[in-house]
């Protein structure tokens, strides 16, 4: 009863419910006009008729046309009402203003710090696109570090914390109180006592269950700063939709980390709700850094409305040794450029011997299945890791409606037996990686704020294959036998939930 209490009287229930409540309150009133009288009956089905040709002729994924075409037809006042609160992804224009404002504000001068050497044309292409959609810059003179879960990763990051001298920047799409947030706010208090500039950034819907409604200000009181992104409020804001998925800390300019991993105990393998947590994190040194400072101080200027003056301020260098070509890139669902998925579909579509890829959700729209069922059949050895133990049931249940068509293609399915793998990666011909927050699925692709790392002949990607290597040992592969000894009633069920995978 203490925990029913706590649901039904917590911010997240309340604030959906007021949101459902007024979804129906639009649908009332719809169906309201629509049985007042036959003419305005016609007009709304005519309306509707004029919202499917839209959808159709819309540049969007056709996963997207499909859902909303069969939502119009079976329930098309109450799907109307959706597709205008939601179906542009449309943000509104005062906020979009912000958001490009503050983007230009950080937008750097320079288009890398070395010149590139290598003359590789793939990798070359690679960051074209990077700079030319996502602002990117190329970077040399930077050291990685790969961390394969969240046990090694969370040691040597308390450690960079302690080291902090100037500032400490965190953005995360989850904080939990626990005691890895115990061990971190330690030190961040401490570190704000002596003067330290601590700032934290946190998704509003990733924690709304997991922290105190008070959280912000307890943290004021100890001399931190910290904002929750995109407040959940009980409105059809369509903003709501686009959440802050990017994990980000930045110490002085020198280092920072990215990846996988959130604050919270089952990311470090301190509680097991899902067993064995896998997770993979980047730890940079070095000029790529500055990158990731521009990415959260852009951001922080966006959310709280506080413009950075001097942004160069935050930039620090030395020398560190060079170690491939690293660019760091970020994505949000306001430029509809979606460099995300672009430089995932450049990775595969340049894949010579092998591309491996880990995500704990796979959802793809028609373009990204089309990438990688191609590169199976020509060839291409192609492996795709995703969880035994799910998270999300219902999301479970579409990422496994994927496999059938991938496996006949050609595509290796490995499920992580030993427990649930959150890990991010795109691994490609022992040269390429990407590591960062970007899932393959509908969510990171097209409404989330993302941020990931490009890497090129850098250390890390050797030390992510030989993870991957591992996790193949173990890990089960799906065949055509197990797909075909799935249940008739199961396959259903994944067939129809698959068709609303977009608004998954």
Not at 115 to 144: C, G, H, M
Request: charged share 25%.
């Amino acid at each position: 009863m203490k925990k029913l209490k706590k649901i039904l009287f917590g911010r997240l229930f309340i604030t959906a419910l007021l949101i459902l409540l007024q979804f129906l309150l639009h649908f009332l009133f719809l169906y309201y006009l629509s049985t007042y009288s036959s003419a305005i009956y016609s007009l709304m089905i005519g309306v509707s008729l004029l919202l499917v040709i839209a959808v159709v002729n819309d540049d969007t994924d056709p996963s997207f046309k499909l859902a909303w075409v069969i939502a119009m037809l079976v329930l098309p006042f109450f799907s109307w009402a959706l597709y205008l609160l939601f179906g542009h992804s449309k943000i509104k224009t005062s906020r979009q203003k912000n958001y490009i404002q503050s983007e230009e504000n950080h937008r750097s001068t320079e288009t890398t710090t070395d010149d590139i050497i290598d003359e590789n044309p793939d990798f070359l292409r690679q960051y074209e696109f990077l700079k030319n959609s996502a602002d990117a810059r190329v970077f040399r003179n930077t050291e990685t570090k790969f961390f394969p879960c969240g046990e090694e990763f969370f040691p040597e990051y308390l450690q960079a914390l302690e080291s902090a001298e100037k500032f400490i920047f965190m953005e995360y799409f989850i904080i939990s109180q626990g005691e890895v947030w115990d061990k971190v706010s330690d030190i961040l208090e401490k570190k704000a006592a002596d003067g330290v500039d601590v700032r934290i950034m946190f998704d509003d819907m990733g924690t709304i269950a997991l922290l105190p409604h008070n959280f912000v200000k307890t943290l004021a009181k100890v001399g931190i700063k910290a904002v929750a992104f995109n407040r959940m409020r009980p409105s059809i804001d369509p903003f709501l939709n686009h959440r802050d998925h990017r994990k980000i800390t930045v110490i002085d300019g020198k280092t920072a980390f990215t990846g996988g991993l959130n604050i919270a105990d089952e990311y470090m393998n301190i509680n097991s709700p899902y067993g064995y947590w896998k997770d993979y994190a980047l730890r940079l040194d070095g000029d790529a850094v500055e990158s990731l400072t521009r990415m959260f101080l852009q951001l922080w200027e966006f959310a709280t409305g506080e413009p950075v003056v001097d942004v160069t301020q935050y930039f620090t260098e030395h020398r560190c040794a060079c170690d491939g070509y690293v660019i760091p890139y970020c994505d949000s669902p306001i430029n509809h450029r979606y460099p995300g998925k672009h430089a995932a579909l450049n990775m595969i579509s340049s894949a010579k011997k092998y591309i491996w890829i880990t995500t704990p959700y796979l959802i793809l729209d028609d373009a990204t299945a089309t990438a990688l069922r191609l590169a199976a059949k020509s060839g291409v050895d192609v492996r795709i890791i995703t969880p035994h133990i799910p998270d999300k049931k219902a999301v479970f249940q579409v990422t496994r409606a994927n496999y059938p068509s991938l496996v006949k293609s050609g595509v290796k399915i490995y499920e992580f037996t030993e427990g649930f793998i959150h890990a991010k990666s795109i691994l490609c011909d022992d040269m390429y990686a990407i590591i960062g927050t970007m899932n393959f699925d509908f969510r990171s692709f097209y409404f989330h704020f993302e941020n990931s790392v490009f890497l090129y002949k850098s250390n890390a990607i050797k030390e992510l294959k030989s993870d991957n290597e591992k996790i193949f040992l173990t890990a089960t592969e799906i065949t055509d036998d197990d797909i075909r000894k799935t249940n008739i009633f199961v396959k259903i069920y994944r067939s129809v939930l698959k068709l609303f995978a977009p608004f998954l």
